[in-house]
Structures are given as C-alpha cells and as structure tokens.
C-alpha cells in the first residue's frame, strides 16, 4: 500500500535533548513538508522540501532541522534550542510542479512529542 | 501574505441535518487552491473537498459542497445528511500556485454531530 508513515507514535523526551522524527513515503512524490499542530490552532509549516538535498525554512523553523538525502525520507529533529517542542507533528508530501490536480498533499498519522 | 480565519471555534448540529462552516481568507494572488481538511481523533488528516480558485464552479463531493465568494475571499463548507461519522476537527487552507506550494491553515472548527 502507497502512503506516508511517520514513527514514533508517541515520542518522550527529556529536555536538553535533541530527537529525531521518522518520515518515509512511497508514493514517489517530490515534495515534503514538516507542520507542527498545537491545541486549539491550525497547522503551522516548520519545513518543505521540493526535491532530494534541497530544503526551506517554513513559518516556525527555529530549534529544528531537517534533511533530505532520499527522496523516500524527510526526518526531523527537534533541537534543544527549541523552547515549546511539546506538540503534535504531521509530515506531508505531495507531487510539485503546480500541475492541475498535483497541489494535494497527503499526510501522515502523526507524531505526538513529549518533552519531560 | 496568505491568511485564513475560521470564526468557529466549535459547531453542533443533529445527524441528518445540514451544517455550514465559514472561513474567510485573504491573499493578494490570484492563482491558489483551497481546501477543507478533517481532522478525526484519530488525528490523521483527510482531504474532504477543494476549490481552484479560477473555477467558478462550486466543488462538490457526495455531502459535501463548497460556496466559494471570490470577490468576498469567503469559502464556506456545507455538510448535508450529517452522519455521526463527521464528528471531527475541520481545517480550512489556501495553497498559493506559485512559489513553494506551502499551505496555511485556519484555526479550525470542532463538528460535534448530536444522535
């Protein structure tokens, strides 16, 4: 089956620690994206990538990095210079090229982040 | 910059009956998407419908329909025969075409279906 998975389901971590977050896709798209979904608000971009070792900075980047060495995978760590990592994240993909019926993105299950 | 607001925090409505969500949105582009995400507990997001913006045409799917304003930048989502199945959190979003295709989210709307 074609799709996105996203591991740990749950995820602890004490703080000062950095952690990384899996993102594997199958669905041969170009593109993936890191949000980040806090209670009560929407989700908000942290980082996208368009295509393999090149990637941008979205609306709340600071205190994670990400890398894209394959195209199958886009983790993301949470560093220790994030103040507030406690949160619920979603990764992303989709095909680019703003083709008609291309834009759609299909999204993970998630991972919930704890920091102790 | 793209903006979207969803003045609902939470909506009720009884199974079977027909419920409207608002969103507005604002952007300077003239070229974008917009969609209506749901978000169940399970917390996956599922695409329920989406508009291109050059489309006159309100989108629609199955009980799901669209009244798409251009000129009032108003993208409301209208679910008939609302079935227990539809309790969920609702995301409105814009996708701008040009550019990094990044799409930005409304607060959200809480759809609880009363039996």
């Known amino acids: 089956d074609g799709g996105i998975t996203q591991s740990p389901k749950y995820l602890f971590r004490k703080e000062g620690q950095n952690v990384t977050l899996s993102c594997e896709q199958n669905?041969?798209?170009?593109?993936m994206y890191w949000y980040r979904q806090d209670p009560g608000q929407g989700l908000r971009l942290i980082y996208y990538?368009?295509?393999?070792?090149?990637?941008q900075k979205g609306d709340i980047a600071e205190g994670y990095s990400v890398s894209r060495e394959k195209k199958e995978s886009f983790p993301l760590t949470v560093t220790s210079a994030q103040k507030n990592p406690t949160a619920f994240y979603l990764c992303?993909?989709?095909?680019?090229?703003?083709?008609?019926?291309?834009?759609?993105?299909?999204f993970g299950p998630g991972t919930r982040l704890t920091v102790l | 910059a793209q903006t979207v607001t969803q003045s609902q925090p939470e909506m009720s409505v009884q199974e079977a009956e027909t419920v409207t969500l608002s969103c507005t949105y604002d952007?300077?582009?003239?070229?974008?998407?917009l969609f209506w995400y749901k978000q169940p507990p399970s917390r996956q997001m599922i695409l329920v419908i989406r508009?291109?913006?050059?489309?006159?045409q309100n989108a629609t799917e199955n009980r799901f329909s669209v009244n798409f304003q251009k000129a009032a930048k108003s993208f409301s989502l209208k679910i008939s025969d609302s079935q227990l199945g539809d309790a969920a959190m609702y995301f409105c979003?814009?996708?701008?075409?040009?550019?990094?295709?990044?799409?930005?989210f409304g607060q959200g709307t809480r759809l609880t279906i009363n039996p």
């Open positions: 992303a993909s989709s095909i680019t090229g703003g083709l008609a019926g291309a834009v759609e993105q299909f």
């Open positions: 669905l041969n798209h170009d593109a």
């Open positions: 990538s368009q295509i393999v070792n090149d990637f």
């Open positions: 952007t300077s582009e003239s070229d974008y998407y």
């Open positions: 508009q291109e913006a050059y489309k006159q």
């Open positions: 979003a814009s996708l701008l075409i040009q550019g990094a295709q990044k799409l930005v």
